[in-house]
């Protein structure tokens, strides 16, 4: 899964990698789970590889693949360098 903005790795919602790693087979297909590539606090330019999905079968990444774009577990947001206060 690719990221489609810039910025930096703000949180990763492990209930939706659960429900993606589910989706994938895991944990009773010893093939599927998941690669978590960019953590927080990691910089995130457009098109680097967020998590990869591993499965036993074509239609079970598929399926998963759709649930991982639609959720994004991985959440991308710009940096806070600092506030200002008046």
């Known amino acids: ?10 949180r990763v919602v492990n209930s939706d990698l659960v429900a993606v790693a589910k989706a994938l087979g895991a944990p009773s297909d010893k ?3 998941i690669e978590v590539i ?7 330019e457009v098109g680097d590889v967020l998590f990869r999905l591993y499965a036993d079968n074509d239609a079970k990444l598929a399926r998963a693949k ?4 639609k959720l994004m577990p991985v959440v991308i947001e710009g940096m806070i360098l600092s506030r200002v206060t008046e």
């Open 38 to 44: 960019k953590k927080r606090g990691h910089r995130v």
């Open 1 to 10: 899964i690719i990221s489609k903005r810039s910025g930096y790795v703000n």
């Open 31 to 33: 093939g599927a789970g």
């Open 66 to 69: 759709d649930m991982a774009e």
